[in-house]
């Protein structure tokens, strides 16, 4: 056999294994969380664990939603901390930001359960949008406040207007908790949303420590960064 022919076996070979291989992965996410077993490993009595978590649904309800509450009580901290010590707008983002690093990076298997690839199968009870709602609404305090300071851009010049499609997606916004707040703004969001928190997943996944050996550096001057792209204003001395 030639190493052109081996070569094409082999191709042949990963072409029929890979399907196979990728849905193996596919299963590996989805939770074993059978109550007796979980019990068992615990050193807890099944039937005290029954009454309790009937079902693998519920056990892990009650994982997600432990999760999602614990992640905004960290946030509405670090919140409430930085007002406390009268930071500025920006500041306060940064540090509403950093709550959430800071609980993800001490809670890694959280917080994959909660922003991870989902459970297939499963929907997380309705409960669960309440205390995402606390952790959306710490952000969303402080764009209000600088909003209302004048300290809040909204329509920059030169900025490209909303497609038929975004517009959708920010009237969803304009009807729910960013309600009030620039369009503009609220277009931002998405970005942001979705940079920060992937900042998060890759630093929680151990995806930066060989490249930024101050991750916490490196989180900071994004999370300033995505807080002067959505509006807020850097103070001159800093």
Same mark, same amino acid.
């Given at each position: 056999m030639t190493s052109t022919e081996e070569q094409l076996e082999r191709e042949a070979v990963i072409g029929r294994l890979k399907p196979a291989a990728l849905q193996r992965l596919t299963e590996r996410h989805r939770a074993n969380l059978d109550p007796a077993a979980v019990a068992a490993d615990a &050193?807890?009595?099944?039937? $005290?664990? &029954?009454?309790?978590?009937? $079902?693998?649904?519920a056990l892990l309800s009650a994982l997600v939603l432990g999760s999602y509450r614990a992640l905004a009580?960290?946030?509405?901290?670090?919140?409430?901390a930085a007002v406390a010590a009268g930071a500025d707008p920006l500041a306060r983002w940064v540090a509403v930001w950093q709550g959430i690093r800071e609980w993800a990076v001490a809670h890694p298997e959280e917080y994959v359960l909660l922003w991870g690839r989902p459970v297939p199968g499963y929907s997380a009870p309705p409960e669960t949008m309440e205390a995402v709602a606390r952790i959306v609404l710490a952000m969303v305090a402080v764009l209000r406040d600088a909003q209302k300071a004048g300290e809040l851009t909204g329509d920059r010049p030169g900025e490209a207007p909303l497609t038929d499609g975004m517009r959708q997606n920010v009237d969803a916004l304009a009807a729910g908790l960013l309600e009030g707040l620039p369009r503009s703004v609220m277009a931002r969001m998405f970005v942001v949303w979705t940079q920060l928190h992937g900042m998060v997943g890759f630093e929680v996944n151990s995806h930066i420590m060989d490249i930024a050996p101050d991750p916490t550096a490196v989180f900071e001057y994004g999370a300033a960064a995505m807080g002067e792209y959505i509006g807020l204003h850097r103070p001159a001395d800093r």
């Open positions: &050193g807890v009595g099944a039937q $005290d664990v &029954g009454k309790h978590f009937p $079902d693998e649904d009580d960290s946030t509405e901290a670090a919140a409430e």
